[in-house]
């Protein structure tokens, strides 16, 4: 016995079956990613997109995993507490801690980031606070320096051991830093490189600032809620990272004055 399908319904079908067809086989999953303003690694362009060195990377990294990243624009401290409550997907550039594996997975690193300590560049009719220290020992033993750092920072084990760079204060912000820098009324302050440089193009100072010390290279990756992925997605991520292509040289640290980095236990004593 045939059944009758009415013409209609016949067209109705038609039509899902060919909807059906153009779509994707399997739609990208999505993941929360927090973002917030750090030129050159995540800013608002003029047309306020969101750019940047982890933007672009995370971008390219997650879809070749399969997975589209939906950009949450939140300050790091509030990015930790929700990937620790399971509420976010990611976060860029994160340094791998022992603390942060109690609550977070990490991918293989992805970029390294330079830290340094810049001053003013010496100048006629300018007290040069940094005249006489012709060694690191020098540096480390030296009274009366103003240096500043940002507020809950560790950027190296180095500090516990050179008791100027200890002494560091901290401020809240690094254009904080960078205003204190320019003003004199800080000697020396300790950043981000590839930041720093941003940001000192901006004001047009970069010509009379400069590195006395290349602190260290700090591998990063991207940290996830532990719910938020599976090994085989993790394992994707990954052979992603594996394919990138070398760093460009302009990413290349500064030449220091010091530079710590020779000196994989720290420098001789």
Known sequence: MRMHVPG?????????????????????????????HWPPFSQLDARGELEGIDVRLTRQ???????????????????????????????MGALDTQERRQFARFSAPYRRASFVLLSHSASAGVVDRW??????????QASGLRLGKLRGTRPTPLTEACPSLKEAR??????????????????????????????LAQLGAEAFIGCQLLMHQQ???????????SDAQLARIDAAIGALPAPDAAFAPPSCRFDNTRFPQGPES
């Open 8 to 36: 209609a319904l016949l067209h109705a079908l038609g039509l899902a079956s060919l909807f059906a067809v153009s779509l994707p086989l399997m739609a990208r999953e999505t993941l929360s990613v927090a973002w917030s």
């Open 61 to 91: 990294i997650l879809q070749e995993a399969d997975l589209e990243p939906a950009f949450r624009n939140l300050p790091w401290a509030r990015a930790l507490h929700l990937l620790e409550r399971g509420q976010l997907g990611a976060g």
């Open 131 to 140: 005249q006489g220290i012709a060694r690191f020992e020098d540096l480390c």
């Open 170 to 199: 901290e401020y809240n912000s690094d254009d904080k830093l960078i205003e204190l820098l320019l003003a004199r009324r800080l000697d020396g302050v300790i950043m981000e490189w590839q930041h720093a440089q941003y940001r």
């Open 219 to 229: 591998p990063v990756s991207l940290m996830f809620a532990k719910e938020a992925l």
